[in-house]
């Protein structure tokens, strides 16, 4: 990866965000997807039908297939596609004032974690991708575009992790990730604003904490790769060193 990899992969991702084009969704769609997310998250996903999405937009239920003529299948993706789309556009705002790769990993794991807490929709997307991994409910096409949605955003992160000095930077990116979508388990929403600033900055030091580990049995790891602890075959911590050696 050159030296400002992390840029190349932000543009990877614009350049995605552009080719899919929400600007022309019609507001009558867009009131709809979100009523179908509201009520997933307030039902249950299994739960919601035509008919009760068509009564929380207060339209008839065959008007819905106006907007979308395939049926719930189609709302289900495209609420998918909606909610990434918006998920993207945040994402972009949040690393444009970046102006190297630490700069640029903060924002993202700051909006991460903040989306995760306070947007229940994002937890739903995860437990919709993970189902769809195990029961393969999605259709094909949506599929692709899924892991190519996640490849992308995850390519952001490994791209500045690389760029930050961290070697096998994958690996350590998949522990971040899942750090953060788990945040709902460690950082309750009901935080004010302020809190959830604080514990966004604690999110952000506890993903440069993993960066700068030695995984246990990690090929790629050297003696002297920067670590805030190697760990003894129990698997207790020892020679503890400044998390700050990965470069800002």
């Known amino acids: 990866m050159s ?3 992390y840029q190349a992969a932000r543009q990877a991702f614009e350049r995605q965000m552009e080719e899919w084009n929400w600007a022309g969704q019609k507001a009558g769609r867009q009131k709809i997807l ?10 249950g996903f299994n739960s919601v039908s ?3 999405i068509a009564n929380a937009v207060k339209i008839k239920p065959p008007s819905l297939y106006s907007h979308f003529p395939d049926g719930r299948d189609e709302i289900v993706s495209e609420s998918l596609r909606w909610h990434f789309h918006r998920f993207g556009v945040a994402l972009l705002e949040a690393v444009e004032p970046a102006t190297n790769a630490g700069e640029f990993w903060d924002a993202m794991v700051r909006l991460h974690f903040t989306r ?3 947007l229940p929709e994002s937890n739903l997307w995860d ?4 189902t769809d991994r195990m029961a393969g409910f999605l259709p094909e096409n949506l599929r692709a575009q899924v892991d190519h949605w996640v490849m992308l955003h995850e390519q ?3 791209a500045a992790a690389h760029d930050m000095g961290c070697s096998d ?3 350590h990116v998949r522990v971040v990730v899942t750090l953060l979508e788990g945040a709902t388990r460690w950082a309750p929403a009901d935080y004010s604003d302020a809190e959830l600033g604080v514990m966004a900055d604690r999110a952000v030091t506890l993903s440069r904490a993993i960066l700068a580990t030695s995984f246990p049995g990690n090929p790629h790891a050297s003696e002297d790769q920067p670590h805030a602890f190697r760990f003894k075959p129990d698997g207790s911590a020892r020679a503890r060193v400044p998390v700050q050696s990965v470069e800002k």
Do not use: D, H, K, P
């Not at 979100?34 to 039902?43: D, V």
């Not at 437990?127 to 993970?130: E, I, M």
């Open 169 to 171: 930077a994958a690996e």
């Open 116 to 118: 995760q807490v306070r």
């Open 156 to 158: 952001m992160y490994i």
């Open 3 to 5: 030296e400002t990899s």
């Open 34 to 43: 979100q009523a179908f997310l509201e009520l997933s998250i307030a039902n």
């Open 50 to 52: 035509m008919r009760t």
């Open 127 to 130: 437990l919709l991708v993970a």
